[in-house]
């Protein structure tokens, strides 16, 4: 898209990383001072058509750019262009004594077309020498403009100098327009071998011919330079072409240059726009790859990890080959879950009934035999279909404790919330806050443990969980919203009689607990924290995730530069704060002794986050490292080991009153 004058160019990235910087300078050029000049022919154009102000300044595009902005110098005597075929000949340019020459490295094709598309100019290049008085030759032909061939050739380090007429005595000439040229305006350099050179305009300076700056039009440079020289000011019609000398030195960009700014780079040479159009095509096609995989992957972190899906039944695809005293033979194969192998204790759901697993029994390729206990229900029969869990209670809270328990419910921000109420005899409370769109039942083992103890125990329901408010955009937070619910559900306690409470976290309920922690005015009241497999880091469980996904078609796993793209894409889509969401970063605001279990090959949230909370805050975190590769399944691998760790931790924090 053009840029409309008036507004400033903003240079691309491109040019801005270019090594070189290259000047383009307008300066006088006529005949040496004193050249005599034929009769104005009857046909001649008058400068003073368009008169120049002494001192006026040229508009520019914008504000002022590096190197200074058009200007005119006051007008002082000029040489004179006399008419082609009109003895005598344009006499040279004057340069005085030019300066020491400056060497070009390497080779370059000779200019031999000068396109300036902002004021109409398209003109072959003539060669031009030196005069044998030391000027520099002029063009011949007042159409043409010529290349000063005793300097660099355009894209060499060094000055390189094409002259042009401004006028003649029978009309404009090559370089008539040459006033025209705006800040940011192409000239473009065709070479012998088919390559091209784009500069753009960056300065103007007049100079009169008396005083002509020889030094810096023709001096040495440290890269490769491009002037552009001509004469400007009133028309005599005594004395030809007469007034001020120009001097425009533009900065340049341009991306048809090769590294080190010395003018290799080819525009016309088939390779070279081949190699910029894959470029060019990669840069597109990254662009594309990034954003639109970027807002792909964004709408999979929604639905992965934000999305609100109500719990349900797991697919019962397990089946059972016998039954027998005190045991239970399930089929297996290569689709089984891997629960049905493993050593523990795990929960076992069928469509009347629900019981629990144990120690394995026997094992086979096709089945394995493994300790059962029913827990409710009817017992399940050969060819039966069931389903092994790690909750290992079914929804009844009643049993998990072994006395009585209630639905209550209790105030949230948003409105009435259930939650499964087990009285106990000490006054300390447990609150237990299940995971990402997990049911209450998966506290359910933790609860067992903690209504024995005799805490009084309380495993809330949160927005977006049955039963409970909605959330007002219909999204899982991980803590930077529930934790308001969990702030109500300890007041319900409190109100209730409780002197101080425990939180119990799972997976992202271990989020909202912490979440809670440092926000809530009541985190004073709070006396321990148990978290298992604690998501504390939403950024590090998207790029944990990330790594077992492969890209679509292509089959190769995602890099972690589109996992950012996708991260940063969900943050605008879903008001995410990543950073806030990294509960390990803030660690340094928690008070509580807390307890963390966490398996060392956890798939959904690394150890690594527990490890690094626990090396954050040494003074109270206290890790219990479990084997295995399941996620929030501490207890099933090792019930026995789990509930020691709680019954000590709680008897720390919250030691019963002597009686």
């Not at 999204?475 to 934790?483: A, I």
């Not at 996992?563 to 008070?591: F, M, N, P, Q």
């Amino acid at each position: 898209m053009a840029t409309p004058r008036g507004r400033r160019r903003r240079p691309a990235i491109v040019a801005a990383l270019a090594v070189a910087a290259l000047s383009l300078a307008l300066t006088g050029c006529a005949g040496a001072p004193g050249a005599p000049a034929g009769p104005p022919p009857s046909g001649a154009v008058d400068n003073r058509e368009r008169p120049l102000s002494p001192s006026a300044t040229l508009p520019r595009r914008g504000g002022a750019r590096r190197g200074g902005g058009f200007s005119l110098a006051p007008a002082a005597d000029a040489g004179s262009f006399d008419a082609p075929g009109t003895p005598p000949r344009p006499s040279g340019f004057e340069v005085g004594s030019l300066p020491e020459r400056v060497t070009a490295p390497g080779t370059a094709s000779k200019p031999v077309r000068l396109e300036i598309p902002a004021i109409g100019v398209s003109t072959p290049l003539l060669r031009l020498g030196l005069e044998p008085d030391g000027g520099m030759e002029v063009p011949g032909d007042f159409g043409w403009a010529g290349w000063f061939a005793e300097g660099p050739a355009p894209g060499q380090v060094g000055p390189s100098v094409i002259a042009g007429h401004v006028d003649s005595k029978t009309g404009p000439a090559v370089f008539y327009r040459l006033r025209d040229l705006r800040p940011g305006d192409p000239v473009l350099v065709e070479r012998a071998d088919g390559s091209r050179l784009r500069f753009l305009v960056e300065r103007a300076r007049g100079y009169p011919k008396t005083t002509f700056p020889t030094q810096d039009v023709f001096g040495p440079v440290p890269a490769a330079e491009l002037r552009l020289i001509t004469c400007g000011g009133e028309f005599d019609r005594a004395r030809g072409a007469t007034g001020t000398t120009w001097w425009c030195s533009p900065g340049w960009t341009s991306d048809d240059l090769g590294v080190g700014g010395t003018g290799t780079g080819r525009r016309g040479s088939r390779p070279w726009r081949r190699l910029r159009g894959a470029v060019v095509a990669l840069l597109v096609l990254g662009l594309v790859f990034f954003l639109g995989g970027g807002w792909f992957y964004s709408g999979e972190i929604r639905d992965g990890a934000l999305a609100s899906k109500p719990p349900g039944p797991p697919e019962l695809q397990t089946e059972v080959l016998a039954v027998g005293d005190g045991s239970i033979t399930l089929a297996r194969d290569p689709g089984s879950p891997p629960e049905l192998t493993t050593e523990g204790t795990w929960g076992l759901r069928w469509a009347d009934g629900y019981g629990r697993v144990g120690a394995i029994r026997g094992l086979d390729p096709d089945r394995v035999e493994r300790a059962f206990t029913r827990l409710e229900g009817t017992a399940p029969r050969a060819g039966e279909r069931t389903a092994v869990e790690g909750y290992a209670w079914p929804a009844d809270p009643a049993l998990a404790a072994g006395k009585p328990a209630r639905e209550v419910s209790y105030p949230s921000p948003l409105g009435p919330a259930p939650a499964w109420l087990v009285e106990g005899r000490r006054d300390i409370w447990v609150i237990l806050v299940h995971g990402y769109n997990a049911p209450r039942t998966e506290t359910l083992r933790m609860l067992g443990t903690v209504a024995r103890q005799g805490f009084p125990a309380l495993a809330i329901n949160y927005r977006n969980d049955p039963g409970a408010p909605e959330n007002p955009d219909g999204l899982r937070h991980w803590g930077e919203t529930e934790w308001r619910d969990l702030e109500a559900a300890t007041r319900y306690a409190l109100d209730r009689g409780a002197a101080g409470v425990v939180l119990a976290g799972y997976s992202m309920g271990g989020a909202v607990v912490t979440s809670f922690l440092l926000e809530s005015p009541l985190a004073g009241r709070v006396r321990g924290v148990v978290l298992d497999a604690p998501a504390l880091d939403l950024g590090e469980v998207v790029d944990h995730g990330a790594e077992d996904r492969d890209l679509p078609v292509l089959g190769t796993p995602v890099p972690p530069a589109l996992t950012e793209v996708a991260k940063g894409i969900a943050g605008v889509r879903y008001d995410l704060d990543w950073g806030r969401l990294d509960y390990v970063d803030r660690a340094g605001g928690l008070a509580a002794p807390t307890l963390v279990f966490h398996q060392s090959g956890d798939p959904t949230v690394p150890v690594a986050i527990s490890e690094a909370l626990a090396a954050a805050r040494p003074d109270l975190v206290t890790l219990e490292r479990f084997g295995g590769d399941g996620h929030v399944q501490s207890w099933n691998v090792d019930r026995p080991r789990y509930e020691r760790a709680v019954r000590a931790f709680l008897d720390r924090v919250a030691p019963a009153r002597a009686a």
